[in-house]
């Protein structure tokens, strides 16, 4: 079903632009955010080729990280190999390095660039802001995270964005749909602007940017008498706007995610680029399939709009793993010609086998590799940007200086278990047999995953009033023993790079997913076992799939539980891991579209948040544990 946007229908102005403007005009327009409807139109009349080059929803993530890629390591035969990807110091490498060459390059990040990793924890932006000002983006459409420190943490970050003095011009800040009330700390500011001006070649170029409305009111921190404003309607005005200063090259940076530009984009008049965020989508050559990679449309996406005239709709992933590379070709009238372009995954050339005790790669079979890379259209090698990394070392130290902070304290050992009972992972505590043995274990399961659920549900209800979680037993690695808890050890409770997700699912939703949970368990994959905060069940393994669960219960707003309902709908807060069906949680694959909304927050980050509130861990108490009972 085609997504439309709600609420308002849209007026559109019918402008003609013919004449010339004076030169103070074109010397002094560039940051003019006021409708100028009284100003003469600027003719351009020549074609004209732009390069953007984007990233979006880096999230903090400044350190490179490793991934596994399906490489051929001889013709015809390919294996997974791991090499490092990532890390802000190669998008650098690349952004800068393309700047360099491409005609007419404009540089874009699409939001979310905080949140997601302790550097944000640790200096609240300011090392991402320095990491930024080592690319020098032209632009930066504010994200829902932007927002999750309040108006107060967003002028702090923008703030360090503008005061590091290596840009020659500081980065644009852009939000058209959002109003900062009298509260705020960027009521009356020129922080934050509709759009901005670029002039290439002499022709003026509008850069539009846009925030997703509900969500960043619902799911983040934002002032309350801050308001967003509908995303279609907010855009066709300032679109209006400039068409009336003559300006006939608009690009919207979108954090709306990827089904909503291209909802976007058929809905609009007079757009001609979308480069969005928010979804953390993938797009790409289908190629990338062949590296154990998925794609989920094609770079660029080429639409139309409402004048039936082309868009071009691109998104550049997540995590700083790629840059968006863009080539737009207008004609004499300001049409988009054609737009050509590829989305670069940065990867280093560390590459080993993943498999371990494997043999080492040979010279050969690294020179396959290469070449393979090569053939792929879209992976690239980078070598990181040796002055990035420079500026990111004392945050990187400062940063492993966190990790030993103590952040709470474990009132009493917290057994890490994946199933109770007696029969199914029941050595897997580095705490030996007072764990191992324990009658409240083998009845109710792990104590620290159950803390996990409840950590997640706490983050939950203070981003968008979640009423359960979910978390599977196998996401949690590592008891807690009794004394002082780390940031380190946090970190080790919850290695894995995932994010939480909000859900909204019905009461049989969640009771399918639980059983195909349970499923996977007794077909002996311990670690989908589920455990929730807010909700709690019986067990029975011995019954067939769709009766082991049984007396489901969701604690309401008054601490009381009282029988789940199949027909009503709940917000679940999980992890996108569990959230995309893994693990065996095929149920929650159907929650898409507006049913699923990325919350974005590192699941290590919402755990350290919730020892960092309540000081003192313990085991909680027995009824707020999801396995009432449990029999095999």
Not at 335 to 351: E, M, P, R, S, Y
């Amino acid at each position: 079903m085609a997504m439309t946007f709600k609420n308002r229908s849209i007026q559109y102005s019918s402008i003609t632009c013919s004449l010339f403007v004076s030169s103070i005009f074109l010397a002094g327009c560039n940051n003019d955010t006021k409708d100028s409807t009284s100003i003469t139109p600027i003719i351009q009349s020549e074609p004209l080729e732009v390069n953007v080059l984007h990233i979006n929803d880096s999230h903090s993530h400044l350190d490179e990280e490793s991934t596994k890629l399906l490489l051929e390591t001889s013709v015809g035969n390919r294996e997974p190999i791991q090499v490092s990807n990532g890390g802000f110091a190669r998008v650098a490498a690349l952004m800068n390095s393309l700047a360099s060459t491409e005609k007419n390059p404009i540089k874009i990040h699409s939001g979310d660039a905080i949140t997601g990793d302790l550097y944000f924890t640790l200096k609240e932006g300011e090392a991402e802001a320095d990491l930024m000002n080592t690319v020098c983006f032209d632009t930066l459409t504010l994200g829902n995270h932007e927002f999750d420190n309040t108006d107060e943490g967003l002028k702090k970050f923008i703030g360090f964005l503008n005061n590091k003095g290596r840009c020659k011009n500081k980065t644009q800040v852009l939000s058209a749909n959002v109003e900062f009330g009298k509260t705020s700390a960027l009521y009356q500011t020129d922080l934050v602007k509709p759009y901005t001006i670029m002039d290439k070649e002499g022709q003026k170029i509008g850069l539009i940017g846009l925030t997703i409305a509900d969500k960043t009111k619902n799911a983040s921190r934002s002032n309350a008498d801050t308001i967003f404003k509908d995303e279609l309607t907010t855009a066709q005005n300032y679109i209006d706007q400039l068409k009336q200063q003559g300006i006939n090259k608009i690009i919207v940076q979108s954090h709306l995610g990827y089904g909503m530009d291209k909802a976007l984009a058929a809905q609009l008049s007079g757009v001609d680029v979308i480069v969005g965020g928010d979804s953390h989508t993938l797009l790409a050559d289908a190629k990338l399939k062949n590296y154990g990679m998925s794609p989920e449309g094609n770079y660029p996406t080429t639409l139309k709009n409402k004048d039936g005239e082309q868009v071009c709709v691109v998104q550049a992933w997540q995590y700083a793993y790629v840059v968006g590379q863009l080539k737009v070709n207008f004609d004499a009238n300001g049409k988009v010609q054609a737009c050509t372009g590829k989305a670069n995954v940065l990867i280093g050339d560390d590459f080993k086998r993943s498999a371990k005790d494997a043999p080492a790669l040979n010279t050969t079979e690294l020179d396959v590799i290469k070449k393979d890379i090569e053939s792929s259209n879209s992976l690239r090698i980078i070598q990181p940007n040796a002055a990035a990394l420079a500026i990111l070392e004392p945050y990187k130290v400062a940063k492993n200086l966190l990790g030993k902070e103590i952040v709470a304290n474990a009132q009493e050992n917290l057994c890490l278990r994946r199933v109770p009972g007696t029969t199914k992972d029941t050595s897997r505590s580095t705490l030996g047999d007072i764990c191992n043995k324990s009658d409240f274990t083998n009845q109710h399961g792990g104590d620290v995953q159950q803390l996990v659920a409840e950590a997640f549900l706490q983050q939950g209800k203070k981003y968008f009033n979640a009423d359960i979680s979910i978390q599977n037993g196998g996401g949690v690695r590592v008891d807690l023993p009794q004394g002082d808890i780390s940031v380190e050890k946090i970190y080790t409770v919850l290695p894995f790079k995932n994010t939480l997700v909000q859900l909204k699912a019905t009461g049989l939703e969640i009771k399918n997913v639980l059983e195909d949970a349970m499923d996977a368990v007794v077909n002996n994959n311990t670690g989908s076992y589920p455990y929730a905060g807010g909700l709690q069940w019986d067990v029975d393994l011995s019954k067939t799939k769709g009766q082991r669960i049984s007396n489901l219960k969701v604690r309401n707003a008054q601490g009381i539980y009282e029988a789940l309902n199949p027909d009503q709908t709940y917000q679940v807060i999980t992890i996108n891991f569990l959230a995309d069906g893994q693990d065996f949680y095929s149920s929650f694959k159907n929650i898409t579209g507006e049913r699923r909304v990325e919350v974005g927050l590192d699941y290590a980050e919402a755990f350290l948040d919730y020892a960092k509130n309540e000081k003192v861990l313990k085991r909680l108490a027995v009824e707020r544990y999801s396995t009432q009972t449990y029999k095999e």
